[in-house]
């Protein structure tokens, strides 16, 4: 019984260990730089699907049909750039139906490493929201700590 107690135990701080290495701090050095926007929603409209399958509702079903639609099309004709300058300041580049927008804002790492970006008029998180790095490419975190998937920053200039 000790033996399965020990095993379990090494398993679950394997996890653990694994989990914090998975997500790392951000340094300016490696921030510096362009950086798009993806916001991912396929995967949400996709687990969507099988709850309004499972409920059995037609009219679900032809709801959500039309929302992911609009909402796909909407975001396919939205880019959104950043390019990360030293001393704080951002420059946010929002491209939308054949128009070009781009606005100054500023960024800032904690003592942590999470990235903060403060809001401009075309692009806002919550106060707390924050970003890590992993494996290159920065996560959207929630105030809460929770990881959104569907939200993350990639390097243009690894691309």
Request: aromatic share 10%; charged share 35%.
């Amino acid at each position: 019984m000790k033996k399965l107690s020990l095993t379990i135990f090494t398993l679950l701080l394997l996890g653990l260990t694994y989990q914090v290495d998975a997500q790392s701090k951000v340094t300016a050095k490696d921030l510096i730089g362009s950086w798009k926007l993806v916001i991912d929603v396929d995967e949400e409209f996709e687990e969507a699907k099988k709850e309004v399958d499972e409920e059995d509702s037609f009219l679900g079903k032809i709801i959500l049909n039309s929302v992911s639609g609009i909402v796909s099309g909407i975001l396919e004709e939205i880019d959104i750039y950043m390019e990360f300058k030293p001393g704080g300041e951002v420059k946010v580049i929002v491209e939308a139906f054949d128009e070009r927008e781009i606005e100054y804002s500023q960024w800032q790492i904690d003592k942590k490493g999470r990235l903060y970006i403060s809001d401009t008029e075309n692009f806002s998180t919550g106060d707390s929201d924050y970003w890590l790095m992993e494996k290159g490419v920065l996560i959207l975190y929630e105030d809460d700590d929770e990881r959104s998937d569907n939200v993350y920053l990639v390097n243009m200039d690894d691309i």
